[in-house]
């Protein structure tokens, strides 16, 4: 088959000696104008376009809604979200790091330095404090499976009903927010989860909880978060994701006592893990069937 490679972010060189390796006898290339295959992210302007003819548009990324906001984008043509097992072993290290930050009082402990003060917090049992987890896609689901058996009590939020070992699941947020003494957000943005943790969703949490926001920006009302966190009831947020990215300098949250920030470094995709889940992928185009993860773009992920 004749596969292109498409991205102005992820580097070709990277990539392309891996996947010929897994796809020794198909074409691959950056620069082929009428591909069965493509694989991109951040293509250049105008290749969306010429990929009418395709059998599948893979992503290289867990998050399309960039993508599907660009009018050039053939909607006819299936669309692959890249779930990818490095990136999501790397979300949840992220998810456990900062849940046991807010747990063990640990970012308390690094303020207190600063002032060469000595004061031990009070201190709980993992069984004593409750994770929320907005969103039990791929990424909640395994950030869940390793949180469990830490001690943690985790509830989850999903569109639809859902089952999970260990779980108690919920389609209703305040049950899930009401709950929760730490929200980790791993939702997609769609036009329902925009803006989804404002004030009023922000105020149905435990008071003294943390949030962790490794999704996207725009789920967060920012100045909703920095009142929850001026008025002590969020006691701490840790930001991967910001409405405008990189954030700009002077941009409030940089210098907020309460804001621990990571630069959209959460989880990134991992070559080595995820050529094998895109080779799987194009097979399974090659053998005439669909493969999994597959964008529902009425739902927008
Ligand atoms: P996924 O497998 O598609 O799971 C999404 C979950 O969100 C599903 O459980 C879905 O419910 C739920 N959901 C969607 N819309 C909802 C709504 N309106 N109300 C309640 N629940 C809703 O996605 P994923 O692979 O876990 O990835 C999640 C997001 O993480 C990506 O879209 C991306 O933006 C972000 N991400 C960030 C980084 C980073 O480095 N910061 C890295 C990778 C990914 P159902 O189960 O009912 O469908």
């Known amino acids: 088959m004749k596969i292109l490679f498409s991205s102005r972010i992820e580097p070709a060189e990277r990539w392309l000696p891996l996947l010929r390796e897994l796809l020794p006898n198909d074409a691959i290339s950056t620069e082929e104008e009428n591909p069965d295959v493509a694989i991109i992210a951040a293509p250049p302007k105008g290749t969306l376009e010429k990929l009418g003819n ?5 992503h290289l990324w867990m998050g399309v809604e960039a993508l599907l906001a660009d009018p050039g984008l053939p909607r006819h043509v299936p669309l692959a979200r890249l779930v990818d097992p490095g990136m999501t072993a790397a979300m949840t290290e ?3 790091a900062h849940t046991l930050d807010w747990h063990r ?3 308390r402990y690094r303020a207190q330095q600063k002032e060469a003060k000595w004061h031990r917090f009070r201190q709980y049992m993992a069984s004593d404090h409750t994770v929320g987890i907005l969103g039990m896609g791929a990424l909640g689901t395994a950030a869940a499976a390793r949180l469990l058996p830490l001690g943690f009590n985790v509830v989850g939020w999903s569109r639809r009903p859902k089952k999970v070992d260990g779980v108690q699941c919920f389609t209703d947020l305040s049950s899930v927010l009401s709950m929760s003494d730490v929200v980790v957000c791993l939702l ?10 404002n004030k009023e969703s922000l105020a149905k949490i435990k008071k003294g909880g943390g949030i962790i926001n490794c999704a996207r920006g725009p789920h967060i009302v920012r100045d909703d978060l920095i009142a929850a966190l001026d008025a002590g009831h969020i006691a701490h947020a840790w930001l991967d994701v910001f409405d405008k990215e990189p954030l ?12 621990s920030i990571t630069p959209h470094a959460a989880a990134l995709t991992e070559p080595r893990t995820a050529v094998k889940e895109i080779a799987k992928n194009v097979e399974a185009i090659r ?15």
């Open 94 to 96: 992220t998810v456990l």
């Open 54 to 58: 395709a059998k599948l548009i893979q």
């Open 248 to 259: 700009p300098a002077d941009d409030p949250l940089w210098r907020h006592p309460g804001v």
């Open 105 to 107: 009082r640990l970012y």
């Open 188 to 197: 997609p943005l769609t036009p329902d989860t925009r803006g989804v943790l």
């Open 287 to 301: 053998r005439g069937e669909k493969p999994p993860h597959l964008v529902d773009f009425a739902a927008g992920y």
